[in-house]
């Protein structure tokens, strides 16, 4: 009887050595597969903290597209770079890397909330320290389960991924189905209800237009357009900065009714009153706006009544600088290599182009729209673009030296380099003066022109070293509050008028709804226009105001406190807070260097003036 031979193995590693390969291939997946996962995880994390903090504790510059855009792009960034160094590095030292891998990843996330919730109360240096320990306390728990972590990661790493693709393919139709269902349901508009058109230059001062005389020939298309309509030569913004102006231009009041501004800044969430586009959306107008300035003229302050807002996430560049990690490559990286322009700034053919989409998008013959454009060319730094940039100066080219963000709101600057600044801010107001062109040329093309109400003005003006002063929000002198204003509507509105009176450019909502006919419940609204030769009542004023601002340049006269100012006729009075008012005959003294508050013969004129607006005796000093 034969001796039966020994059954063949197809494995000829022992049972023990088999199951040690299964565990590293194991862990090795997951150590792969740790970046994808704790990136979707820290976007996810980041996504619902920020809105929470924009919600609570004042804006951060998101929408609920930040739920979809951090996800999907820490999960990409985080994760090819986790696959890359765990697939090497595993090759050489598996269990030192298993635990580099999950301390950065978990570090990295950590970090996201800790900045958002204390960037304004802590130092980064401290932050990443804070973020750094409280990483190394929990990777000695994680260490002690890390075949668990990593099975954990392992079989959820491709479940989350799916959920952030969900959320960028669900979130966009969301918001787009919502806006339809909005605009589904409005009312029948008013027969023949014209489309308003209310496009605001941001920092456009008034004397820096060809049409009020400045020597260069910034606005050729708007001093056109001036003659098409009623242009206001001695209009004003209601503050020198930009998010009390733009509540002022769409609650059709002054700051000292609707108090947002530096200490309020959470825009009309708690305004108690409707707002023009309330008003107008419950009369079947299509409400949008399209903002440049990003930082101020955002849904979550000013959103109230819009059906569409356009401000954050509209490309791929700016959603990646609104997330934390991309904020902090711009200022860390992108400023240190020279970059100093705003990041994924959008110029006004920009927002022409995010307009006239909605426009054919949403086009429907019962309801005409109403539409808010904030272009922000004209803003510092003045970087237009070319050929505008050095339109007026070759010297241009070397502009962009004032600029509030990376902190030179004051610089010194020679004689040349201040002209510099000039010309290319000039070349700022010649760039949108041919995008309106352009604008105004895309409408006609539409057959919409004709009956549309176009409006032009400018939230406020900018200082270009009158009474020592760079830029704006630092004072009420004239050339930070005076701006332009024209009404274009042929055939509604008269061709060529230029009212010589003063007005408030917070005139132009209830302007626009008795234009419509419609009744205006505005509130304390400053009184409309339409009556075009007829002056607004009989104060015939505008005012102004400026918190105390402690962040601007000592020299500043909001740097010490309050600053308020009425202007009528051809007087500017302006009060401190704590200081002497100052006086100015804008007629005889339109650089504004002669003070006369005080003198005999002006006593008379402040105190009506202060009288006005119903000040106190003893509420500034010297009134």
Known sequence: MSTPLPRATSDP???????????????????????????????????VVQLAAQRWLGCKYVSVHILWVAPVLYGTVFGLAGAAVGYLGLRLQPRLVSGAVLLVFTFLTLLVPLAILLQDLAAVYAILVLALGMAAVLLRWLLGRVDAVLGLIRRTAFPLAGVALAAAIIIPLAVHARESLTAAGLPEA??????????????????????????????????????????????YATSSWSLPSHVSLVTGNTFETHRVGWYNHEGLRSYPSPVLPEVLRDHGYRTGAFAANVFWVTHDRLGRGFIHFDDFFYNF????????????????????????????????????????????????????????????????????????????????????????????????????????????????AAYVDEQIRKLTGALKDRGLLENTILVITSDHGESQGEHGLLLHGNSLYNEQVHVPLL?????????????????????????????????????NYEPSLAQWRTVPGPASIATADVEQTPWVPEKSPAHTGMLSSIVKDQWQLIVHEHNMPQLFNLRDDPAELENLAGLARTREIESNLGRLLGWEPGRFRGL
Request: negative net charge.
């Open 13 to 47: 590693v022992a049972p023990g050595v088999h199951t040690r390969l299964a565990s590293e291939n194991y862990r090795r997946a997951g150590v792969i597969l740790a970046g994808l996962w704790f990136g979707v995880v820290c976007g996810l994390l980041e996504g």
């Open 190 to 235: 008013p027969p023949a209800a014209p489309n308003i058109l209310v496009v605001v230059v941001d920092a456009l001062r008034a004397d820096h237009m060809s049409a009020l005389g400045y020597a260069r020939n910034t606005t050729p298309y708007l001093d056109e357009l001036a003659r098409q309509g009623v242009f206001y030569p001695r209009a």
């Open 317 to 428: 560049e700016d959603s990646v600088l609104r997330t934390i990690y991309g904020r902090a490559f711009e200022k860390f990286v992108m400023q240190n290599l020279g970059f100093e322009d705003i990041p994924a700034r959008r110029h006004a053919e920009d927002i022409n182009r995010a307009f006239l989409s909605w426009v054919d998008r949403t086009r429907a013959p019962d309801h005409p729209f109403f539409a808010l454009l904030n272009y922000m060319d004209v803003h510092d730094p003045y970087l237009p673009p070319e050929p505008y940039r050095t339109r007026f100066s070759p010297a241009a080219r070397h502009s962009g030296v004032i600029n509030w963000r990376v902190d030179r709101s004051d610089p010194e600057l020679d004689e040349a380099q201040l002209e510099a600044e000039i010309a290319a801010y000039d070349g700022g």
């Open 487 to 523: 009404f274009v509507w042929p055939g509604h509105i008269p061709a060529g008028l230029r009212p010589e009176y003063t007005v408030s450019n917070a005139s132009i909502a209830a302007t626009l709804l008795e234009l419509c006919r419609l009744d205006n419940p505005l509130l």
